[in-house]
């Protein structure tokens, strides 16, 4: 009987040990942590909205890290290769990415995606950049009055160029679209700047954008604001009306952060998450994000998963209402 007894002391002795062991691996793992590039995915080309602000913020953190941050973009699908390549990325802290919502959220809702919203660990969301319908600054409309009723008046002949089939971008123009009663063609593009080199060529009438990627062309008279999807006006032009003002109930915008794969270890989301931070709130990241006209907000891991849980219930019912959800 003493002698089990031993035994199974000796046993317990053992795996306390080995438990401790592992812990103190682990925690010399994060200690250590980055050993090597941190590969930043980016689902959009390069010189879109997304890219920039990448660009500008990994910059600033370069000072934080031990090691590169290598942003890798991988355009396609709106988004959806460059999310997949994340999502199924080794959860090690080496590969992190940024994702955009709702495309994040709005793509695997609408289509047979690899990922959802629980494919990814939030670490912190960087922008919120509102959206504007835009038009050309020498364009005949003036108001987002004059647009709906020429498209009244020219069923289906107004074209609006977004980001993608189902991508934030066109979500937003088809809710207004359906709230003011009009019917107009959606064309989709591969990103941001196609869209935008498709309204200022005059290829399209109008286009649904991010804030962020439309004020020096509207500052310089090239593009115009008819109202922005936003609950209050823009700080940065206070004359543009809201589209709540004018009777359609249709707020949208694009907030865009960093993730990591699904099992990546909390002690790694923190040392991203803190380095990011800091890096966000230095000076001179705060000027050079002012210079391009990117919208800062902060979130932290666990505040940004909420925000994400509730785009995901939001963005069901209103494409629902649209006719954008997967058929199963």
Same mark, same amino acid.
Request: aromatic share 8%; proline share 3%; with cysteine.
């Given at each position: @009987?003493? $002698?089990?007894?031993?035994?199974?002391?000796?046993? @317990?002795?053992?795996?306390?040990?080995? @438990?401790?062991?592992?812990?103190?691996?682990?925690a010399?793992?994060?200690?250590?942590?980055?050993?090597?590039?941190?590969?930043? /995915?980016?689902?959009?080309?390069?010189?879109?909205?997304?890219?920039?602000?990448?660009?500008?913020?990994?910059?600033?953190?370069?000072?934080?890290?031990?090691?590169?941050?290598?942003?890798?973009?991988?355009?396609?699908?709106?988004?959806?290769?460059?999310?997949?390549?994340?999502s199924?990325?080794?959860?090690?802290?080496?590969?992190?990415?940024?994702?955009?919502?709702?495309?994040?959220?709005?793509?695997?809702?609408?289509?047979?995606?690899?990922?959802?919203?629980? $494919?990814?660990?939030?670490?912190?969301?960087?922008?919120?950049?509102?959206?504007?319908?835009?038009?050309?600054?020498?364009?005949?409309?003036?108001?987002?009055e004059?647009?709906?009723?020429?498209?009244?008046?020219?069923?289906?002949?107004?074209?609006?160029?977004?980001?993608?089939?189902?991508?934030?971008?066109?979500?937003?123009?088809?809710?207004f $679209?359906?709230?003011?009663? /009009?019917?107009?063609?959606h064309?989709?593009?591969?990103?941001?700047?196609?869209m935008?080199?498709?309204?200022?060529?005059?290829?399209?009438?109008?286009?649904?954008?991010?804030?962020?990627?439309?004020?020096?062309?509207?500052?310089?008279?090239?593009?115009?604001?008819l109202?922005?999807?936003?609950?209050?006006?823009?700080?940065?032009?206070?004359?543009?009306?809201?589209?709540?003002?004018?009777?359609?109930?249709? /707020?949208?915008?694009?907030?865009?952060?960093?993730?990591?794969?699904?099992?990546?270890?909390?002690?790694? /989301?923190?040392?991203?998450?803190?380095?990011?931070?800091?890096?966000?709130?230095?000076?001179?990241?705060?000027?050079?994000?002012?210079?391009?006209?990117?919208?800062?907000?902060?979130?932290?891991?666990?505040?940004?998963?909420?925000?994400?849980?509730?785009?995901?219930?939001?963005?069901?019912?209103?494409?629902?209402e649209?006719?954008?959800?997967?058929?199963?």
């Amino acid at each position: @009987m003493k $002698s089990k007894i031993l035994k199974v002391l000796g046993t @317990m002795s053992l795996l306390v040990a080995f @438990m401790a062991c592992g812990q103190e691996k682990e925690a010399e793992k994060v200690e250590s942590y980055p050993s090597k590039n941190i590969n930043v /995915i980016v689902a959009y080309k390069a010189g879109g909205g997304t890219d920039i602000g990448a660009r500008i913020l990994m910059k600033e953190a370069a000072s934080e890290f031990e090691k590169p941050l290598v942003i890798i973009n991988r355009p396609g699908a709106d988004g959806q290769l460059g999310f997949t390549e994340l999502s199924k990325a080794k959860p090690d802290g080496y590969t992190i990415g940024f994702i955009n919502l709702p495309n994040y959220v709005s793509i695997s809702l609408t289509r047979n995606a690899q990922f959802d919203k629980d $494919s990814i660990i939030p670490i912190i969301n960087y922008v919120y950049d509102q959206g504007v319908f835009v038009v050309r600054g020498d364009s005949k409309w003036n108001t987002i009055e004059e647009f709906v009723n020429d498209a009244k008046e020219n069923v289906n002949k107004l074209t609006i160029s977004n980001n993608g089939t189902g991508a934030s971008n066109h979500i937003g123009a088809a809710e207004f $679209s359906n709230q003011a009663g /009009i019917e107009v063609k959606h064309i989709p593009f591969g990103g941001s700047s196609d869209m935008l080199a498709a309204l200022r060529g005059g290829h399209v009438d109008a286009t649904v954008a991010k804030i962020s990627e439309v004020t020096s062309l509207v500052k310089s008279g090239e593009l115009r604001i008819l109202a922005s999807f936003t609950d209050k006006r823009l700080e940065t032009f206070k004359e543009v009306p809201t589209l709540t003002e004018k009777g359609y109930e249709v /707020i949208f915008g694009s907030a865009r952060g960093l993730a990591a794969p699904k099992g990546t270890s909390d002690e790694v /989301i923190k040392v991203l998450h803190d380095k990011f931070k800091t890096s966000m709130e230095s000076k001179e990241h705060i000027e050079a994000a002012k210079t391009a006209n990117l919208p800062i907000y902060y979130m932290g891991s666990q505040e940004y998963r909420e925000f994400i849980d509730n785009q995901e219930k939001s963005l069901k019912v209103s494409l629902e209402e649209l006719g954008f959800i997967k058929k199963k």
